[in-house]
Nanobody
Framework: QVQLVESGGGSVQPGGSLRLSCVAS?????MGWFRQAPGKEREGVAT????????KYADSVKGRFTISQDNAENTAYLQMNSLKPEDTAMYYC????????????????????WGQGTQVTISS
């Protein structure tokens, strides 16, 4: 079992920044960030292959979001810049042993462990 705890959500104006954190109870190979807006399906935002630091992003966030890790602290971060109203959603941290390495990294069904989520609201 892996427990994941997210933090860092909040409300900012368009163009602002936020950094989300996800602390895992133990080391995992893949850590990812997903988001779900009301009435929409959960979608992959970014993932990191923690062993080698390989990252992948959804097209909608490339150039604006950065996923990173602190392996010593079993923590993944999501730095979000140039935020837009359409980034408003509940953001979830996910972990798995292989989801970021094979197949569709952005499919929620490929991840085994999930956090409770942290709300991000972008509004003027």
């Amino acid at each position: 079992q892996v427990q994941l705890v997210e933090s860092g959500g909040g409300s900012v104006q368009p163009g602002g920044s936020l950094r989300l954190s996800c602390v895992a109870s133990r080391t995992t190979t893949c850590m990812g960030w997903f988001r779900q807006a009301p009435g929409k399906e959960r979608e992959g935002v970014a993932t990191i292959y923690t062993t080698v630091g390989i990252t992948k992003y959804a097209d909608s966030v490339k150039g604006r979001f950065t996923i990173s890790q602190d392996n010593a602290e079993n923590t993944a971060y999501l730095q979000m810049n140039s935020l837009k109203p359409e980034d408003t959603a509940m953001y979830y941290c996910a972990a798995d042993s292989s989801a970021c390495r094979f197949g569709d990294w952005s499919s929620p069904g490929h991840y085994t462990y999930w956090g409770q989520g942290t709300q991000v609201t972008i509004s003027s």
